[in-house]
């Protein structure tokens, strides 16, 4: 018996995703603010596969730099464009975390096609149920709200 398929969401949809997906990292990374991010996005395919990926990037001042492989971004890409697509992606959330004196994280869920900012105690309830890697405390932080485009701005990316 073959395996059931995950929808396939049409051309218009996924590039409709593509672009608020493009959206998203642009206005992200700055709110991030300067210094070294780890990016991590989980997602519950429909079909109860958990899928993920990481991405690191450095901000400065005006600039930013991806420091993964073309490969490793256009993974962590393809996970948040269907995730924002919502046809084969259930549930999904990126969060941020950002090492200074401690580690600062903040997140998002994937709702209505957006990143919307998580509730703090969710973040922290999810946190503190991982074991740490390292010995720095964990300061969940407020994420910050991301500006959605405009339909007609979706529509021409």
Same mark, same amino acid.
């Given at each position: 018996?073959?395996?059931?398929?995950l929808p396939r969401p049409d051309n218009a949809a996924t590039a409709s995703a593509m672009g608020r997906a493009l959206h998203a990292l642009t206005a992200?990374?700055?709110?991030?603010?300067?210094?070294?991010?780890?990016?991590?996005?989980?997602?519950?395919?429909?079909? =109860?596969?958990?899928?993920?990926?990481?991405?690191?990037?450095?901000?400065?001042? =005006?600039?930013?730099?991806?420091?993964?492989?073309?490969?490793?971004?256009?993974?962590?890409?393809?996970?948040?464009?269907?995730?924002?697509?919502?046809?084969?992606?259930?549930?999904?959330?990126?969060?941020?975390?950002?090492?200074?004196?401690?580690?600062?994280?903040?997140?998002?869920?994937?709702?209505?096609?957006?990143?919307?900012?998580?509730?703090?105690?969710?973040?922290?309830?999810?946190?503190?149920?991982?074991?740490?890697?390292?010995?720095?405390?964990?300061?969940?932080?407020?994420?910050?709200?991301?500006?959605?485009?405009?339909?007609?701005?979706?529509?021409?990316?």
């Amino acid at each position: 018996m073959p395996e059931p398929q995950l929808p396939r969401p049409d051309n218009a949809a996924t590039a409709s995703a593509m672009g608020r997906a493009l959206h998203a990292l642009t206005a992200l990374f700055p709110a991030l603010g300067e210094g070294r991010h780890e990016l991590h996005i989980n997602a519950e395919r429909t079909d =109860g596969t958990e899928v993920s990926a990481d991405l690191y990037v450095s901000v400065q001042p =005006g600039s930013w730099r991806v420091e993964h492989s073309a490969e490793e971004y256009v993974k962590f890409f393809v996970l948040l464009t269907f995730a924002l697509e919502n046809s084969t992606i259930r549930d999904a959330v990126l969060v941020a975390t950002t090492a200074d004196a401690g580690i600062r994280a903040c997140g998002w869920e994937v709702c209505d096609g957006w990143l919307h900012p998580m509730d703090t105690d969710e973040l922290q309830r999810t946190a503190t149920s991982l074991p740490p890697d390292n010995a720095a405390p964990l300061v969940v932080c407020h994420a910050p709200v991301l500006h959605r485009p405009h339909s007609a701005a979706e529509e021409r990316s």
